[in-house]
């Protein structure tokens, strides 16, 4: 079982919909999560954090499950511009290595 | 600020040769670190400096990757010899110390034919 597993999509939704990604780890240890976001053949940007308390930042809307051991992305409102891969990203608990998921592509379409 | 610059975009060699990657960290950022993706596969670590002090090289394919960071400013990627399966995108991040937010560079293209 990989250490984090994001269903690959791709995700098709229309512009304005709102779409979630889920994504589990199987660490336990795991402390410090991430989404990031990468454009087609470019490098991956930090899209936000994510915090046990859940936390949003404009339309967008992460959180964490411990129990399950999941955490999810939430974007409302989409725009033709959030088009992207979507990364899960896991740090245990100590250290700077990360783990990262394979990726969520999303295409949002007119 | 200038971000973390990669240097070359794009390398395409033959198998058995040398190639050097080279990446420029966010000037002050103590951690430096290399990932490859490879194609359809997700990002994998490879190594992680502090300064110029290899802290964790588990993520290493072998021993025809080296890897250098002298002075703790810039580091280099050496592949010697290439192999068909070493293509891939190298990316480099670098992150102040203690934070685990990272800077990632454009990363670089390598195709080994």
């Known amino acids: 079982r990989k250490e984090v597993e994001q269903d690959p999509g791709p995700f098709n939704v229309p512009e304005g919909a709102t779409v979630a990604f889920n994504c589990t780890y199987s660490n336990s240890a795991s402390q410090s999560f991430f989404w990031y976001r990468q454009d087609c053949r470019k490098e991956p940007k930090l899209l936000m954090s994510?915090?046990?308390s859940g936390n949003e930042d404009g339309r967008f809307t992460a959180q964490l499950n411990r129990a399950s051991q999941y955490i999810s992305l939430l974007i409302r409102d989409s725009k033709l511009s959030d088009s992207a891969t979507y990364l899960c990203?896991?740090?245990?608990?100590?250290?700077?290595?990360?783990?990262f998921g394979r990726g969520t592509s999303l295409i949002v379409h007119p | 600020e200038a971000g973390v610059t990669q240097f070359p975009s794009h390398s395409v060699i033959e198998k058995g040769q040398t190639v050097t990657l080279r990446c420029d960290p966010i000037?002050?950022?103590?951690?430096l670190y290399w990932y490859r993706r490879v194609m359809g596969k997700e990002i994998k670590f490879l190594l992680h400096f502090v300064k110029e002090s290899k802290q964790d090289e588990s993520g290493m394919p072998n021993n025809r990757f080296l890897a250098e960071r002298t002075g703790g400013t810039y580091s280099t990627l050496k592949v010697q010899p290439a192999e068909l399966e070493d293509s891939g995108v190298y990316f480099c991040a670098s992150s102040p110390q203690g934070d685990y937010g990272y800077t990632f560079g454009s990363g670089t293209r390598l195709t080994v034919v």
């Open positions: 990203v896991v740090n245990r608990r100590g250290s700077y290595i990360p783990t």
């Open positions: 994510v915090y046990s």
């Open positions: 000037s002050g950022h103590d951690n």
